[in-house]
């Protein structure tokens, strides 16, 4: 890509890749058919897809609606090579048990932003009366004795707030969840299994109850829309000087980033479910960022923020809590020029006045849509490797940046 070109004009935002991943494991609830309106194509989307149907679920793409049968699902077992893929993968377990009351799993490994345990997933599904013997790495999963129950989380996971729910959807009783995670992707799924058929109430907040019903059946739905990929254009208009209007987003879910593009001199507006923002020439450092489970600042827009902050005016102080490892990034950025200084969860960004080009290599999701930021803001060319990360979670990410003024093209080597 080539730095420099000012982004400008509108865009329309898909729906949330970290909705549409629990709603496809939930579709595995239902009695009948299950179609996602507006699904992005993405690859965790394609790899989840790709795991429904081992596990004997049909799925068609019909332009950008997504519709999946599960009506010979019989297999508990999960592909091993598919699984460690996608680590969202690991929340097909509360759907699988709900249905077929047994689950094969391996267990999921590490992953380039942290170690990601999934012992609070587990935790959850053993308050429900689920037995879980862990022989060499792969978890076997008996889940006759199922009921509903109580569940306390020592932190607010948001996977496994969702697995327990999906979990307890079909149980017999009310299963009460404390300290669930809150993200409105938590709420969606709320949404859309109430939408089969079944009775949820109180996603948003802290206690979460699921009242056990028979059957779930089919249903058309379109989930929220995904307020990072929206944050990450909104960056790419900050950090460019440029101006963008984002079409189809909650502009209550932004709050926490258009705070801080806020704080750095960017004018935003709302209309309806459209977005503005105005980018000044030249962005303030913003005072501190610390990310937090929602409602605080989300962890998946930290890396995008800290490469706006790299050529802002000032010193930018960023506290990643979430994550162990979120700034895989950081010695690419150094190397374009950036001056960054990370100690263990800390990271304190001098702002420079220009970026430059070069090749650098993307690590992660998010660190790679970084890189990009970084990129369209550069002097000269910037080349970033391994471009397949990002396509996990932006769909064609150069086509909608080059509709909005930039000089991307994807290479294949
Ligand atoms: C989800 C999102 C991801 C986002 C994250 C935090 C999806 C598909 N992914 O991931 O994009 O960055 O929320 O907002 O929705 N943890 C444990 N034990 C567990 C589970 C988690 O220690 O059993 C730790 C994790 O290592 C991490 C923290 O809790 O440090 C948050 O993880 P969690 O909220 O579970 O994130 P995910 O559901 O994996």
């Not at 709900?98 to 609070?120: F, K, M, N, Q, S």
């Not at 729910?165 to 300290?179: F, K, R, S, W």
Request: negative net charge.
């Amino acid at each position: 890509m080539l730095g420099g070109e000012r982004i400008e004009g509108s865009v329309r935002v898909d729906a949330a890749k970290n909705a549409v991943l629990p709603i496809l494991a939930a579709s595995m609830l239902a009695d009948g058919e299950v179609t996602l309106r507006r699904c992005p194509d993405i690859r965790d989307v394609h790899a989840m897809t790709g795991i429904l149907e081992k596990l004997g679920c049909e799925s068609a793409w019909q332009g950008d609606d997504l519709t999946l049968k599960n009506t010979r699902l019989h297999n508990w077992e999960m592909p091993d090579d598919l699984f460690k893929q996608i680590r969202s993968s690991i929340f097909l377990l509360g759907p699988i048990l709900g249905r077929l009351r047994r689950a094969t799993v391996t267990y999921p490994g590490g992953c380039e932003i942290g170690l990601r345990p999934i012992d609070l997933h587990l935790k959850g599904l053993r308050a429900l009366g689920v037995r879980i013997v862990d022989a060499d790495g792969i978890l076997y999963c008996d889940g006759r004795d199922m009921r509903a129950g109580d569940v306390y989380f020592d932190y607010p996971s948001v996977g496994a707030t969702e697995n327990v729910m999906m979990a307890a959807a079909l149980l017999d009783g009310v299963t009460t969840l404390h300290n669930a995670a809150r993200e409105p992707e938590i709420e969606d799924l709320e949404r859309f299994i109430n939408r089969m058929g079944g009775k949820v109430r109180g996603a948003g907040t802290q206690l979460i109850e699921v009242e056990g019903v028979k059957r779930l059946h089919g249903v058309a739905y379109t989930p929220i829309p995904d307020r990072i990929a929206a944050g990450t254009l909104l960056c790419a208009a900050a950090v460019t000087g440029g101006e963008i209007r984002l079409e189809n987003v909650r502009p209550v879910d932004l709050v926490p980033i258009g705070a801080k593009l806020g704080e750095m001199g960017c004018r935003i507006s709302e209309e309806g479910d459209a977005m503005i923002l105005e980018a000044p020439k030249r962005l303030n450092a913003f005072t501190r960022l610390q990310t937090q489970p929602h409602p605080g600042f989300p962890t998946d827009m930290q890396p995008q923020m800290l490469a706006v902050s790299c050529i802002a005016k000032g010193t930018s102080v960023i506290e990643e809590n979430v994550f162990e490892n979120r700034f895989t990034q950081v010695g690419s950025l150094t190397q374009m020029g950036a001056n960054v200084r990370v100690s263990g969860r800390m990271a304190v960004v001098q702002g420079v006045e220009q970026l430059h080009g070069m090749r650098v290599a993307a690590r992660d999701l998010r660190g790679g849509a970084a890189l990009v930021l970084a990129g369209l803001c550069a002097h000269g060319e910037t080349v970033v490797e391994n471009a397949e990360f990002i396509d996990r979670g932006y769909a064609r990410l150069e086509d909608t940046l080059c509709a909005l003024g930039a000089k991307v093209e994807r290479v294949t080597i």
